[in-house]
């Protein structure tokens, strides 16, 4: 299955570099010099945090909140059971979010080079969706209550953007 996946690539690489005279690699090549100029004006204490805050403002308030909750939840868990009850999927997303982030490879507009980890963020927060009760026991509160208050913040979220967008 690789060795055709890996055949298939180079056979499209090299037709498309005879047929159009387009050469990856030098694309390539030419991206890693325009990246280390543009990050030669960017100081990376500053875009650190700036680079979590594009992520997890591209991935929407209701994500970031059962996210948050999932963080508190994992928090309180390992406390009391020790790192056996550790949610590998939320540990090994938060792990990789983190290294990208520290590494400072990219200072800037990370919101769309980092959306391939978009759907297991997704994953990890609406794994969180299960145990979501905002006050247990009551019926006025139940999950459906719950699902609404998220539905109601991606609703504000999508407003807000779009009145920002349209003053700029």
């Known amino acids: 299955l690789y060795c055709t996946t890996i055949g298939q690539t180079s056979t499209r690489c090299i037709g ?24 030669q004006s960017r100081v990376y204490s500053t875009w650190v945090v700036r680079n979590l805050y594009d ?12 996210l948050a909750r999932k963080l508190i939840w ?15 999927m939320f540990f090994a997303s938060a792990l990789t ?38 006050l247990k026991g009551k019926v006025l509160f139940s999950r459906s209550f719950s699902i609404v208050l998220l539905l109601f913040l991606q609703f504000a979220q999508v407003v807000t953007y779009k009145a920002f967008i349209n003053l700029h």
Request: proline share 2%; charged share 20%; hydrophobic share 60%.
């Open 55 to 66: 992520f997890f403002a591209f991935l929407g308030v209701p994500i970031c909140f059962l």
């Open 16 to 39: 498309i570099t005879f047929l159009f005279g387009f050469n990856i690699i030098e694309v390539f090549r030419r991206i890693l010099i325009h990246q280390e100029v543009f990050n």
């Open 74 to 88: 994992q928090f309180k868990k390992v406390k009391e059971d020790g790192i056996k009850q550790l949610d590998v």
């Open 97 to 134: 979010l983190v290294i990208l982030d520290v590494l400072g490879v990219t200072r800037g507009e990370v919101a769309r080079m980092w959306m391939f980890l978009v759907p297991l963020a997704v994953l990890v927060g609406v794994s969180e969706l299960k145990d979501l009760d905002i």
